[in-house]
């Protein structure tokens, strides 16, 4: 597993508290014997309590400590209802309708971190990416000066010298075709996750053209989005549009763009669009050897993630390291 040395000392001095939707989860509850067992970072359990204690029973999970908070029977919910209609007045929610909607474990566990209950939240374990971040954007939103919500994939594979080689990249989960403006957004927001991870961010903005080889609309907005990006980010190394090899082999950098400061050692990557970064991280996780952590999401004005259905209780415990630190 990718050293978390950092985050964990950095959340031993701050401890947080983490809300897992799907409380009842055998890879959730995996997660939370492994959590409890240290004392930075202290789940909440979303579910029936005796449910859950049935199911950590069953699968040898020691969950003794963790809290458990049922949506169906909270003392807090009065409280939470009034909140969220006014968090939702402009489309005229009722309390029933609340009471409704925050039956929903990711709803109610949003309004958890909206309260102050919780600081951060994973979910999504038997559930969709939409389920996770729809609730995020209706109720907590997005940070001042954002106007989207993206993600990256931090990976992660133990190289030769014994250091571990670490990249970046975005968006490969949640907007399917990005503008170029949104594109800007989107590598600012990897960028300063990737310094999270120990990255020195270089950031390549992808294509199949290297500075005007080729032609095309994709072309045009990727070139775009680099000049812009450039000028938002001055302290930032940035080139574009390059093609993957020029992006990442010194070699084929040195024939295509021997002047640039990013081509041949890039490491913070940005897709044109969702077709492109999905295959691409996966390419590298399946075929390239490398650990991939994510979607993080970013934007968000609290530290909200989604897991992928496929995940395992090693990679929950290790995704709620992240989204902690990240808190």
Do not use: W
């Amino acid at each position: 597993m990718f050293g978390f040395g950092d985050m964990i000392e950095k959340l031993k001095k701050d401890p947080k508290t983490i809300v897992f939707t799907e409380g009842n989860d055998p890879r959730i509850l995996e997660a939370s014997s492994r959590l409890l067992a240290s004392s930075f970072l202290h789940p909440i359990l979303l579910g029936n309590p005796e449910e859950i204690e049935a199911v950590a029973e069953k699968e040898g999970f020691n969950i003794r400590g963790a809290e458990i908070i049922d949506p169906t029977n909270y003392d807090r919910m009065d409280e939470m209802v009034e909140l969220f209609c006014e968090l939702r007045k402009s489309k005229g929610v009722t309390p029933e309708e609340a009471k409704k909607i925050l039956s929903g474990a990711n709803y109610f566990g949003t309004m958890l971190v909206k309260m102050g209950v919780a600081d951060s939240l994973l979910g999504g374990a038997t559930y969709s990416t939409a389920d996770t971040v729809r609730p995020a954007l209706q109720l907590i939103k997005t940070k001042p000066g954002n106007s989207i919500v993206s993600s990256c994939f931090i990976l992660v594979r133990p190289s030769a010298t014994g250091e571990n080689e670490v990249l970046a990249m975005a968006d490969c989960a949640i907007n399917i075709k990005p503008t170029a403006d949104e594109l800007v957004e989107i590598a600012g927001e990897t960028a300063e996750c990737a310094k999270i991870f120990g990255i020195d961010p270089k950031v390549a903005f992808l294509s199949y053209s290297t500075l005007g080889s080729g032609k095309g609309e994709d072309v045009d907005k990727m070139r775009e989005a680099t000049e812009k990006a450039k000028a938002k980010y001055p302290n930032l190394a940035i080139d574009g549009e390059l093609q993957f090899d020029a992006a990442v082999a010194p070699r084929v950098a040195r024939t295509k763009c021997p002047n640039s400061e990013v081509a041949g050692h890039a490491n913070t990557f940005i897709f044109p669009d969702i077709n492109a970064g999905n295959i691409g991280y996966k390419v590298a996780q399946r075929m390239g050897n490398f650990e991939a952590y994510g979607p993080i999401l970013l934007g968000l004005n609290a530290s909200i993630n989604d897991l992928s259905r496929g995940c395992n209780g090693l990679e929950v415990y290790s995704m709620a390291i992240i989204t902690a630190a990240l808190a």
